[in-house]
């Protein structure tokens, strides 16, 4: 068995050898078997007994003109015939991956991510593609990084801060770093109001001796908050560390500390109290949130479509 090009330059099993044995088993004549396969009666003739003296032994007794199963023939068909029908399945399969009617997507993603993000999603590509299988695997930024290299995603939603070198990505949305602050706090009295923008915009050095309520310092919510601090040179005071940025910002709401947040965030938290977010200084910090895979990897029209519908949902739900 092997592989042959067809006419669209595409590669297919190769069972030449089980479909002529079967086709002469099912005529029982030469010649009739040569005209159904489109060849010559020798061709066919040769073929058959090259075929047999790699074997080592006789398929088929000759009667007269008759092609009769000899016992290692009736086993080489039976199997060959299954073999065929294996073929069969594969065509149709490989036909339908081509046309994108099958095939799965495994996706990595945040926990927090997920929830507002994915669902709405799955539901607009299932009826789009309902033969492609979504497989979502959760983790933290490094665990779904590690996932990709070790090939067990195809997909990483990660923010532009965490792609590898040996990653390429297509962004899908841009969101604001936000600073929460309690609603009654001095602090509010110094945000300012700017044309075309959904929130204020406060300052950082406000923030100079600051409580805060910040993230670890392995989350990349993080990694942008400290170095938004480090470009303005503000120094806080004290600096609480909690891993769940939601119970951060209800820490906020309760007049523990200033916190910050993802624009996405921010709209899929609930709480009682409220917090007020603002822009930081005079040059706010966007984060691009971004669809990213191994670098040369194939992606299929289903899964650039998956994209896609993952940077409108995202867009529409920022901006809503």
Known sequence: MGFKRNGKGRCGMNLKEQTYVCVLAECGNITKAADRLYISQPALSIYI???EKSLGTKLFERAGKRFVLTPAGELYVEKARKMLELKK???EAMAEIRDNKRGKIRVGVQLRRETW???PVLFKFA?????????????NMWEISQMLERYELDLVLMNSASVRKDMEYQVLFEEELLIAVPQ?????????YVEGSRYRNLDLNWLEGENLILQNPNQSIRADVDAALKDAGVHPGKIQVIRNIETAIQMTAEGLGISFNRESYAGNMKYRKKVNYYTMGESPRKTAFVAGYRQGMFVPEYMQRFIELISEQ??????S
Do not use: Q
Request: no cysteine; glycine share 8%; net charge negative.
């Open 49 to 51: 007994n090259n075929l």
């Open 89 to 91: 399945e594969f065509d």
């Open 117 to 119: 993000l994915l669902p």
């Open 127 to 139: 009826s789009e593609y309902p033969g492609i299988e979504v497989v979502i695997r959760e983790g």
């Open 184 to 192: 009654i706090h001095p602090l509010n009295e110094k945000a300012v």
């Open 314 to 319: 995202g867009k529409e739900y920022i901006f």
